[in-house]
């Protein structure tokens, strides 16, 4: 499959303005790839007829940037972040939770401190919330897992489950799933002791990065933590909150 300059161009304006992700030059052939995938499931032949599709369709314009996405994530991922949860905190959000098994681990590293946080798990893409929302992932999303955490929080599929793992339904209503843009939408009423939103900006130009801080950072409580991914930064970016040490921001009292 070939792209027109043209059609790239599209996609990529589209992609930029529905979620912030900068597919420059170098991603055409992530593109392309995402893209053959969509048009096989849809049963669309051409590109240039499911370019319309995907600019009048709204539910296909979720499906595409659902397959542009990329969710890869493990449980138990920059552990070291945990560190800074206690007791006081009583509502954490993990602004880009992919499929779930970061809020889980930040959930199962709580209950075994002994307090019980509320967390908020939200992310653009429907297809990884789904999954969150199961609490079943593959055996070896298990490999990560310390055996006896494995034992405590897990249930091992048995006959047609078999091959998968579940998190036990305790630990499942500790978090809550919710479709969420970091660009265009609005947090429910009330701030977080601490935002995880590792990972994600990675995909993000200093414009948007600038504006997800910002914006994120006033629903965090006074003394509250805000957690990047350890590949990221937020060097030359205009905003309020204080470094601590690299990967770990902290909103001034
Ligand atoms: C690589 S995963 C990171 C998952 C997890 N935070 C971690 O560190 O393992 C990045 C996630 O960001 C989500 N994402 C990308 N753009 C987004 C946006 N504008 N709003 C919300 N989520 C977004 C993707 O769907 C994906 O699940």
Avoid at 49 to 64: C, K, M, P, Q, T
Avoid at 179 to 204: A, K, Q, S
Wanted: aromatic residues 12%.
């Amino acid at each position: 499959m070939e792209l027109t300059a043209r059609q790239f161009a599209f996609f990529r304006e589209l992609v930029y303005r529905e979620c912030g992700i900068d597919l420059h030059e170098g991603k055409q052939q992530l593109l392309m790839a995402r893209l053959s995938k969509r048009l096989r499931k849809t049963g669309i032949a051409q590109v240039e007829d499911y370019l319309r599709v995907v600019a009048s369709d709204g539910n296909e314009r979720i499906r595409f940037i659902d397959a542009i996405s990329t969710n890869h994530t493990y449980f138990f991922r920059e552990d070291h972040h945990f560190a800074l949860l206690n007791a006081g905190h009583r509502r954490i959000w993990c602004a880009a939770s992919s499929s779930g098994e970061e809020p889980y681990s930040i959930a199962i590293h709580c209950l075994e401190q002994g307090f019980r946080p509320a967390i908020l798990a939200t992310d653009i893409s429907t297809s990884v919330l789904r999954i969150g929302q199961s609490g079943v992932y593959p055996l070896e999303k298990a490999q990560r897992i310390p055996l006896a955490t494995l034992k405590k929080y897990f249930q091992k599929g048995h006959g047609k489950s078999e091959g998968y793992i579940r998190l036990k339904d305790d630990i499942r209503r500790m978090v809550t799933f919710r479709r969420f843009n970091l660009l265009t939408d609005t947090p429910p009423p009330g701030e977080f002791d601490m935002i995880f939103c590792r990972n994600v900006m990675i995909y993000f130009d200093g414009p948007v990065k600038e504006t997800v801080v910002n914006k994120l950072s006033r629903y965090l409580k006074p003394d509250g933590y805000f957690i990047i991914g350890g590949a990221e930064s937020l060097n030359n970016l205009k905003h309020s909150l204080h470094f601590i040490r690299p990967s770990i921001y902290r909103k001034g009292s």
